[in-house]
């Protein structure tokens, strides 16, 4: 059999053509595809989800004001919560015990201090009033609410009654089911705001664009507005306040009523909306929030922001950013080629060693090309399961090249000795126990890491992991298979 027919029999053989199928899938699911750069020249772009170390972003170290084991992770669910709702998909966020006291660590790659900053400094509290005012007339007065008769009296500037209670300004009462704070005493008014809708009132954060939206609203000035779908129960509390509130009118064709929507995050009142007339009594599930910002950007990162709080809800304690680290993006890229640099050279490296073991360039190929679809293998799959690629995982992708090219080795050599008198098939077959026993041993070692780990350990584990398995169960068979053809 001539040498090219060789070849042309085991490119059809099925362990080959399932390899190359599974490298040529892995491609595709690495996706890359080139892309103008800011220097004008090519740049290469996959889907290959780059970690911190590769992609640049921000490192933060937080303390909460309660910090226990348990307030932190809490703290760490909402968080992994509000920051994927604000579209942050590569974070990672772990406990870290320092002399006692429980801090968060906290990665967000392809991010910016401002953004982290901006989710973090907000605990999250998130509540919605409707002020209702009662006028005085020689200290006393009546507020209707769900159309009972409420009697108030003025008492002093800081205290009033209402019935036979006495509260004092920023007290809270209930009225009606609705908790009222009293928020302001004069001689001639009281007004007492009632909470209609909280944090935990919020069933869905409506984000596409037919619930939200940003408009321009004058030379410098945005304003966005999204929907939210509550609770039964907060619009039944919404309905008994604006039942017996007075309609005002504003221009042509344009009614409100006499009281509006305040909304607060964290104690601070961010905005107020008017309530047209003819939600008057209504039980409004679906309420607007709304806000602005000085630039377009400025008001969608405010909506995404306010969208991602009233998703993940409030913190279980407010948080101190104690030291934060940005790591550029040009610096990213310098670790990412550096890295990949490292991956290169581990080959060449092992090819050179081989190659002074083997002399035999028909061996050291086969044995590069595998491990370059290893390669292939565990960044496609990483790529497939968006399963994040950092330095740890790196040095996972080396040590499989490098556990690889052991099994390789072993084979070989087992293929090639001829003191014994078995077949070629069974010298192979006893390669094999010798991998699998190898890998079943790696794999066993790194399984603890990959459960338990934390961090980087467990992106060395996975691809450690993925590289064992993927030469153990598509590249190795392939192996064997062009050395049985070798050695023939």
């Known amino acids: 059999m001539s040498a090219d027919s060789k070849w042309i029999r085991l490119l059809k053989e099925p362990r080959i053509i399932f390899t190359l199928l599974i490298i040529l899938g892995a491609i595709a699911a690495i996706g890359p595809r080139a892309y103008p ?28 004001d309660e910090p226990s084991k348990a307030i932190v992770d809490e703290a760490i669910t909402v968080l992994n919560t509000r920051l994927s709702a604000f579209g942050l998909q590569e974070t990672k966020l772990r ?29 999250g509290k998130f509540e919605a009033y409707i002020p209702r005012t009662t006028t005085l007339d020689d200290d006393k007065g009546t507020l209707v609410i769900d159309g009972k008769t409420h009697t108030i009296e003025r008492i002093d500037e800081n205290t009033i009654k209402i019935e036979n ?9 209930v009225i009606e089911d609705i908790n009222f704070t009293v928020s302001n005493i004069t001689e001639d008014e009281v007004v ?52 017996d509130a007075r309609i005002i009118s504003e221009g042509i064709g344009n009614a409100y009523l006499d ?15 008017k309530i047209s007339s003819g939600l008057r009594g209504q ?46 993006p040009t610096l990213g890229k ?17 090819a050179f060693v081989v190659f002074i073991r083997y002399r035999d360039p028909k061996i050291v190929l086969p044995m590069i090309l595998t491990s370059t679809g290893e390669i292939l293998i565990i960044l496609g799959f990483a790529a497939l399961v968006k399963w994040t690629i950092d330095l740890p995982s790196i ?80 590249t190795r068979p392939a192996f064997a298979k062009v050395i049985e053809y070798l050695r023939k």
């Open 334 to 350: 310098e670790f990412m080629n550096a890295s990949f640099f490292a991956i290169f050279l581990a080959i060449i490296a092992v």
């Open 395 to 474: 040095a996972g992708i080396v040590a499989a090249i490098g556990s690889g090219i052991d099994h390789q080795i072993v084979i070989t050599d087992e293929s090639g000795r001829k003191k014994e008198e078995l077949s070629l098939t069974k010298k192979l077959s006893r390669a094999f126990f010798i991998i699998m026993a190898s890998a079943a041993t790696t794999i066993a070692a790194m399984i603890p890491l990959l459960s338990v780990g934390a961090g980087g350990v467990k992106g060395f584990a996975f691809t450690t992991i993925i590289g064992v398995l993927a030469g153990v169960l598509i």
């Open 165 to 173: 209670n006495v509260f004092s300004l920023d007290e809270i009462t």
């Open 259 to 273: 009281a509006e929507i305040e909304l607060y995050l964290d104690d601070n009142m961010t905005d107020s909306l």
């Open 283 to 328: 039980q409004l599930t679906t309420p607007q929030i709304s806000g602005g910002g000085n630039t377009q950007k400025d008001a969608v990162d405010q909506m995404k922001t306010l969208q991602s709080i009233l998703e993940s809800g409030a913190l279980p304690s407010k948080i101190t950013v104690v030291q934060v680290n940005d790591i550029s």
């Open 192 to 243: 007492l705001s009632g909470l209609i809708y909280q944090g935990k009132d919020m069933l869905q954060v409506f984000k596409d664009a037919q619930h939200s939206s940003v408009q321009r609203v004058g030379a410098e000035n945005y304003r966005f507005e999204f929907e939210v779908l509550t609770t039964t129960e907060s619009a039944s509390r919404f309905a008994k306040i604006t039942k």
């Open 37 to 64: 750069g800011d220097s004008g020249t090519m740049e290469l772009e996959t889907s290959i989800v780059k970690g911190l170390d590769l992609q640049g972003g921000v490192r933060a170290l937080v303390l909460p």
């Open 95 to 123: 406990p870290i015990n320092i002399e006692g006291d429980w801090y968060i660590e906290i990665e967000l790659a392809g991010s910016t201090e401002e953004e982290l900053t901006g989710l973090l400094e907000k605990q």
